[in-house]
């Protein structure tokens, strides 16, 4: 399997690696030493952990034996709904393997497909596409939350409580109701069990995260990391009173744009386990088909504005703007549904992608790299000379592009491809923003072929970027330069009394940090070591030092060898053959810096 091809979402195919050298990974070596912590994660949820390794081993099995076109047993292997693996891409692989995993893996893809800076693209658009393949809970479950949260019988509340669900997601599902005094509105419930099942699967996705962290072909994706970052959505969208407080803000931001409805909140029948609010009456953007009731061009061009203006006015944006979740009601009003997942940009962060995105259109290459490395997480070799030349060649392909002809989601993809081809890892809001910005394009022009997102953003970036000049602004932002100046002068001089006095009195420590030098190092001394053996080998053998071997002549004329000499001799010439092999194995023997 080739696991660097798109990290592969770690998850999976480090699970499947788990199964096949499980022993291996699992048993600390000079090399590699499991941290402790992560064994107990793993072993008491044993059980689940073996489920969760037999759905991965599966598709990592029948991959391999799909390149050796073994075509009796590959249809053996089929997916739940019956599909023959071995005829599936790897990403939709990957993506039937976290379905059949459960609901957590269900939404970790989901998440994972707003990061393609880390997976890729192609990977980032099969998880999208991920949909939640469970019953619904029954309705006596969910009736029995609901009163449990309401602390009341459901009819006391509800004039109307649908009996079977309008959706069903990985996390809780939506049913209609009317309330006493006749509003229309949904609730959405948590499912049933559902933190236990959570809870479980990120203490061994946890687990996992450690061992995989101790891994180098892992490392560069930074598991423990990504996954915290991941835990923590999940859990976010566990509680739904983030969800309401999100609604909450949203309505208030766009209080007075008639274009847009979002659905009011209903507080008192709100809570981390059941959310209700508004209902909205209108035609999903993915049912609307070719119905001439709707002005689609009006509906793009309002949808692309709306999107621009939370982004890049608010900072804070849907992040899931598929059609699914778009409602069109009377008058070409778009209706936002499903605000779990959402991003959030500081002002100085959205400078910068102002800026990152202003340089691409209009072909400030020196800008646009300044801001990628002010941006992004760079690594330590990033070859700057590459980069530049890729950065020259994406910025010549589309500045030369007319406007009208401009395909704004294939240069975000182009220009995804390029930062992860460099190992280079955006703040996860600035990668989810870019790929709402790639959502958005391929909805709007599904909605209307002729739309152009480019011609949209393109003065609308500019309009930001003279904004930002403003002498409001302007004295705003040195109000705060002034004002940090000031906390600086506050507390310099204590600081420098400390540091005086530590230096006084001997206790002033400088705490350097290397990188990277342990195995130097250790390579360092093995060869001081193998050296030291075989000259003093040499010396034991000129000399004829006691005990002897070959008291006689024998092959070659060969006699009165020194025994100790001769085992030194041959030791530190295995010693050596074995440094040059680590040397050459680590790539660094004839790599010129």
């Known amino acids: 399997m080739r696991r660097k091809q798109c990290f592969l979402v770690w998850i999976g195919s480090f699970i499947i ?230 609604l909450t803000q949203f309505r208030r931001l766009f209080r007075h744009n008639k274009s847009v409805r979002i659905p009011q909140p209903e507080p008192r029948l709100c809570t981390s386990r059941m959310l209700t609010m508004e209902r909205l009456d209108g035609v999903k953007l993915s049912e609307l088909n070719g119905s001439g009731r709707y002005d689609r061009n009006r509906i793009a061009r309002r949808g692309a504005q709306l999107y621009l203006r939370m982004m890049f006015e608010h900072g804070f944006f849907h992040a899931d703007p598929h059609p699914g979740n778009i409602l069109i009601l009377d008058d070409d009003v778009i209706g936002l549904l499903d605000f779990g997942l959402v991003g959030r940009i500081t002002q100085s962060l959205r400078s910068d992608v102002q800026s990152m995105l202003y340089s691409m259109v209009s072909d400030d290459l020196p800008q646009l790299i300044r801001v990628i490395r002010r941006v992004g997480n760079c690594p330590l070799d990033l070859d700057e000379s590459h980069l530049s030349n890729d950065l020259a060649g994406f910025i010549g392909r589309y500045s030369t592009q007319d406007l009208a002809r401009f395909e704004t989601s294939e240069a975000l993809r182009d220009f995804l491809g390029i930062v992860r081809r460099h190992k280079i890892t955006l703040p996860a809001d600035v990668s989810s ?124 004329g060969i006699h009165d060898l020194s025994l100790l000499g001769l085992i030194g001799c041959v030791s530190s010439i295995m010693l050596g053959f074995r440094l040059v092999w680590a040397i050459r194995k680590s790539g660094n023997l004839d790599r010129t810096e």
Request: glycine share 6%; hydrophobic share 40%; proline share 6%.
């Open 17 to 246: 690696d788990c199964s096949r050298r499980d022993a291996r990974v699992l048993r600390p070596s000079s090399a590699m030493k499991t941290p402790l912590s992560s064994i107990p994660q793993l072993y008491r949820n044993m059980r689940r952990l073996t489920e969760i390794i037999s759905v991965f081993s599966k598709y990592g099995l029948a991959e391999w034996l799909s390149r050796i076109h073994v075509d009796f047993v590959n249809y053996r292997f089929k997916t739940i709904d019956g599909d023959v693996i071995a005829h599936l891409s790897q990403p939709a692989r990957l993506r039937m393997a976290l379905i059949e995993s459960g609901p957590t893996f269900i939404k970790l893809g989901q998440i994972l497909s707003t990061r393609p800076d880390i997976i890729g693209v192609a990977m980032a658009d099969e998880f999208a596409s991920l949909q939640t393949q469970v019953p619904p809970d029954s309705y006596e479950s969910i009736k029995e939350t609901v009163e449990s949260e309401c602390d009341c019988a459901l009819e006391e509340t509800f004039e109307f409580f649908g009996s079977h669900p309008i959706a069903v997601a990985s996390i809780g599902q939506v049913h209609q109701a009317r309330l006493r005094g006749g509003k229309d509105v949904v609730v959405k419930v948590r499912r049933t069990g559902i933190e236990k099942k959570v809870e479980t699967d990120l203490d061994i996705i946890a687990g996992l995260a450690q061992l995989a962290d101790k891994l180098e072909e892992y490392k560069p994706y930074q598991p423990v990391q990504l996954v915290r970052q991941l835990s923590a959505a999940m859990l976010s969208e566990l509680d739904f009173r983030n969800e309401q407080h999100n």
């Open 433 to 556: 923003l870019i790929k709402v910005l790639v959502t958005l394009d391929g909805t709007a022009r599904g909605l209307c072929p002729e739309f152009n997102l480019m011609q949209i953003m393109r003065p609308f970036l500019r309009k930001l970027m003279i904004s930002r000049l403003s002498p409001i602004k302007q004295a705003r932002q040195f109000g705060h330069f002034v004002m940090q100046l000031e906390r600086l002068a506050e507390s310099m001089p204590h600081r420098l009394e400390v540091i005086l006095d530590q230096i006084q009195s001997g206790k002033f420590d400088v705490h350097l940090d290397h990188r990277r030098l342990g195995p130097s190092v250790n390579r360092l001394v093995m060869g001081m070591l193998t050296s030291a053996l075989f000259l003093g080998s040499s010396l034991m053998l000129s000399y004829k030092v006691p005990p002897l071997a070959f008291p006689s002549p024998g092959i070659w």
